[in-house]
Each structure stands twice: as C-alpha cells, then as structure tokens.
C-alpha cells in the first residue's frame, strides 16, 4: 500500500521540476526579445556607418533625378549620400536592385508612381513585390505631367487635339521614358477617356524621348512638368494643358486636361523607399532627414520653379497612400487596356 504520506513529498518535490520548464522557455523567450531589441537599437545608433546609395530609377535629368541630388546635396547624415541612376525597365531594374539589397537602410531608392503603383499592373511579370519588398521611408513631392506638342503639329488647345486625332486616326505618336511611367500611363487614359488612337513609343530616358519630339518623330508627349515646363518656356515645344485637377502656381496660364475632358487626372509622385525589413529606428533617421532636407526654404523655392509640390508624410502615411494609388492606377490600366509590350 502507498504511503500518503510519502506520495505528497513526492509530488511536491517534483512540481518545482514541471514549473521549471515552462520558466526556462518564458525567460529564454523574453532573453530572445530583448536581445532583439538591442541589437535594433544598436542598428540605429551605428546608422549610418558608410555612405549611402540613393537609387534612381531613370536617367539624369528628370524629375527623380533632380529630388535624388537635392537631397544628396543637402542631407547631414554623417555619410555622403551617392546617387546611382540605374535607368530600364519602366524603372524596374533600379527598384529591383534595391529591393535586394542588405536591410541595412545603406541602399534606399527614390521610388516613383510607376516603380510602386502602376508597373503591378502594367508588367504582367514583375520581378519584385512593390508592398512587400520595400520599407516606406516618406512621400517627397507630386507634379502635374505637361501634356506637350511638336511645334509644326496644328493645334493650340486640347480640343483642337482630339479634333485632330479623331480626323487622323493613328496618325501621331506619343512618347514615354519607359512603359509603366506616369508618362506612359497619362497617354493611355487621354486615349481611353477621349476615343482617340495614337501610338506609344517608349524610350529609355526622357533625354532620349525629347529631341525626337522637338524633331517631330513623334508629335505628343505627357512628360513631367520639371523636365517640360522649362523647355515650353523656350518655345522649343507648345504646352497644351496639365494633367491635374487644378493648375499648377508653377504654370497657371496653362489649362488642365480636365477643363476639357471631365474625369481626366494623373499626377506624378515621388517618394523614398528602402528594402524591407530595414529596422524601423533606421526608417525614422531617414525620415527626419528627408523632412528636414525637403523643408529648406532654398529646396523649397527650388521645387516650386520647377512645378514640384513638397508632400512629405511619415512611413506609415506612405503605406496607405500606395495602396490607394496601387487600387486606383490598376483600374485605370484595365480600362485603357495598356499593357506592357
């Protein structure tokens, strides 16, 4: 027979063994975490322990290019800030590079409406994940896209345009720095929402693009005002409206789109992402910078000559802002039926 006696200092020896366990786990976890902790803050405090590449998915001179060095000139970080144009693709390629690279918050990349909102819809392969793959760092600046003409093309407004269009069917040609740009995409929706047909040829760079319509290769262009308005200004081309809802301080001679098509709107945007899973104390030094930089009165001023609005956000704001613009450039690309070539 069992002594009772004996069974309860057995079992109360043996309780403090089954605790134990889950004890070592809990603690074990906990050593887990705030290791993980550390070593996050640590990341932050070290940052940045190099110079930073600043991506841009495009040739020099447009607008991307021109924030990306703005900011390189500007920024204090401790560390020159580089700026590497890694053009193709739509800006695929450049966006691609970054989305690979260490989640160190060294390599970040000045997105575009096209690198993180159109092309998913666009490209019907996309060799990156544009939600996934990147760390939102801030929304930096919108602008209309100029909708330009050829000088010797005969019409003066958009009305005159349409008329021409639509008396000429796939007659003219309109131009892009690459397909999926907010260039490309603004084509395909005046095309949709007016009944008219003319033909995309994308180039690899706007620099490539603008001397064959000054040359009269192709008649129509949607480019970004930075990179239009100047050159409309020198009368080398004719600007016939902005692609906004409202007119640009920058341009306000200018009529919309929208004046004479209801519903036309397409603004350019462009904004600082790093790859995923960069430490979120990394992010935040980078978007105080990007904030500080970008609030400069002589940035500032700059911007505004060149038609640009400063719309600087948090990551988080970013995050939400690209899933609306993602939900509402896939339908404009059904619509249109665009699809990359």
Excluded: C
């Excluded at 490539?208 to 308005?229: E, H, R, Y």
């Amino acid at each position: 027979m069992t002594n009772p006696i004996q069974s309860e200092s057995t079992n109360q020896t043996s309780a403090p063994k089954r605790l134990a366990s889950p004890l070592r786990r809990s603690l074990g976890l906990l050593a887990l975490s705030l290791g993980a902790l550390s070593a996050t803050g640590a990341a932050a405090q070290a940052f940045p322990n190099k110079q930073l590449r600043l991506v841009v998915t495009f040739p020099s001179g447009g607008a991307p290019d021109i924030l990306a060095r703005l900011f390189s000139e500007k920024a204090q970080l401790g560390f020159p800030v580089v700026v590497d144009n890694r053009p193709g693709a739509g800006g695929n390629i450049g966006a691609d590079n970054v989305a690979k690279s260490p989640a160190d918050g060294h390599t970040i990349v000045m997105g575009t409406v096209g690198t993180h909102s159109i092309n998913g819809a666009l490209y019907e392969k996309m060799p990156y994940d544009m939600v996934k793959d990147f760390s939102p760092i801030s929304l930096i600046a919108s602008a209309p896209n100029l909708l330009v003409v050829n000088n010797a093309l005969p019409v003066k407004n958009v009305p005159e345009l349409i008329a021409y269009m639509k008396a000429n069917p796939n007659k003219l040609s309109f131009g892009s720095p690459g397909i999926g740009t907010s260039v490309h995409v603004s084509g395909e929706l005046f095309k949709s929402l007016t009944g008219t047909t003319m033909t995309h040829v994308p180039y690899k760079g706007r620099q490539f693009a603008i001397p064959d319509l000054i040359g009269g290769s192709i008649q129509v262009m949607f480019d970004n005002m930075p990179s239009a308005l100047p050159m409309a200004k020198e009368g080398k081309i004719r600007a016939l409206a902005q692609t906004t809802a409202k007119r640009s301080p920058a341009a306000l001679d200018v009529p919309t789109v929208a004046e004479s098509v209801p519903g036309f709107e397409a603004t350019t945007w462009f904004a600082m992402f790093a790859p995923a899973n960069v430490p979120r104390p990394v992010i935040d030094r980078l978007n105080a910078e990007v904030l500080r930089v970008f609030k400069l009165p002589d940035v500032q001023e700059r911007l505004k000559t060149l038609g640009l609005d400063a719309v600087l956000s948090s990551p988080d704001e970013l995050a939400r802002y690209q899933a609306t613009e993602i939900t509402k450039w896939a339908k404009v690309v059904k619509d249109s039926g665009a699809k990359a070539e």
